[in-house]
């Protein structure tokens, strides 16, 4: 059966390697399997919920590409675009929202969360709380309707995302008949929670992550800032609850895992086994960065991959926005 998979990243902040690790790369390796159509996005509406610096969402959006491309995504055999660019996804977001149940987004995970923050800090509990915010999981379900995909390769912080993205689904389905494909959530087998150098998950809004194409100076200060206890070398070390052997185990063979839980009971020092994380990282990265900064060289590159993704899937979105307005009554007069 084929399969048409989407994703997207929301563009805030820099690429780093649990982005790589637990999205880019699942999902590249998923779209080079048969009966395969691909999907991928930059979702910069979803940065203007919490990104409110122009600038950084500029140089996020020209970062986050970048990292795809380096990564192996290939723009003429998948698809591959900027989700401002297309206005339809807009459009079929406030459809959606007009068959969306507020109280079925009054329990997303991301408000709730917000709205108890609030509540901890004794302030009004709609503080700060845009509308956007609220809405996020309906533009995120206009995402992933809009081009019929089967499949959706994400996080488990995302998986309550698919899930309303199936109920508003099949609210739509069942009040005006069948429009939408009813998507499945695929969560990266390895399903490993990438935690940053101080131990917590691995996120632009903690401060903690670890770039993806910098230099190999800031990846190696990055690494060297990777919170360890004080055993000293000789002391043999637990590997179960160490920061450092989770992030190598993100990435390394399933051999040189072993081996490293070799290492820590015959007690490496932490400044090698640092050293030891970063040469395979590194090498690891050697390629994407080359290709990156070959990519980044080339000023109009980058505008004119965004510029045919949006020439193919438009035309898409506009036969499934055409079809959706006459189910709900707003087609044309004539
Ligand atoms: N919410 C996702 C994230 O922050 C990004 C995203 C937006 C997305 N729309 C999507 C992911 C549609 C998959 C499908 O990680």
């Known amino acids: 059966m084929s399969r048409r998979i989407l994703t997207g990243i929301t563009t805030t902040g820099i690429p780093h390697i649990g982005n790589y690790f637990g999205a880019i790369k699942p999902a590249l390796q998923l779209s080079c399997e048969k009966n395969v159509s691909s999907y991928f996005f930059l979702a910069d509406l979803h940065a203007i919920i919490k990104q409110t610096n122009p600038n950084e969402i500029k140089v996020s959006v020209n970062e986050v590409a970048l990292a795809w491309l380096s990564s192996g995504l290939d723009p003429e055999e998948s698809f591959f675009y900027r989700q401002s660019n297309i206005p339809e996804i807009t459009e079929l977001a406030w ?12 329990r997303s995970h991301a408000y709730k969360a917000a709205v108890q923050l609030n509540h901890d800090h004794t302030k009004d509990e709609d503080k700060g709380i845009s509308m956007g915010l ?21 996080g488990n ?24 494909v009813i998507p499945e ?32 100076k800031e990846l190696k200060k990055a690494i060297s800032k ?28 399933s051999e040189n895992i072993a081996e490293m839980k070799e290492k820590y009971k015959n007690g490496i020092g932490w400044g090698d086994a640092k050293e030891h994380v970063f040469n ?16 980044k060289d080339q000023p109009h590159y980058l ?5 045919l993704g949006a020439e193919k899937v438009r035309p898409q979105a506009k036969e499934l926005l055409l079809k959706i307005k006459d189910l709900v009554g707003i087609s044309s007069i004539s």
């Not at 459809?95 to 009054?106: R, Y």
């Not at 609220?134 to 994400?154: E, G, K, Q």
């Not at 199936?166 to 739509?172: L, N, Q, S, T, V």
Request: charged share 20%; aromatic share 8%.
């Open 95 to 106: 459809i959606l929202s007009c068959v969306t149940a507020k109280g079925l987004i009054n």
């Open 134 to 154: 609220f809405s996020y999981p309906v533009l995120m379900a206009a995402d992933i309707l809009m081009f019929n995909s089967s499949h959706v390769p994400v």
């Open 157 to 180: 912080d995302q998986l309550q995302h698919l899930e309303i993205t199936r109920d508003i689904a099949e609210k739509f389905n069942h009040q005006y008949g069948n429009a939408f």
């Open 185 to 216: 959530a695929i969560i990266n087998k390895d399903g490993k929670l990438l935690v940053g150098h101080d131990g917590r998950k691995m996120s632009k809004s903690y401060n903690n992550v670890i770039p993806f194409l910098s230099s190999e």
């Open 226 to 253: 990777i919170v360890t206890n004080s055993l000293e070398p000789g002391e043999p070390k637990d590997h179960s609850s160490c920061n450092l052997f989770l992030i190598y185990s993100a990435f390394a063979s």
């Open 280 to 295: 395979e990282l590194n090498s690891l990265i050697i390629p994407l960065r080359e290709k990156y900064l070959e990519l």
């Open 303 to 307: 505008d004119e991959v965004l510029a």
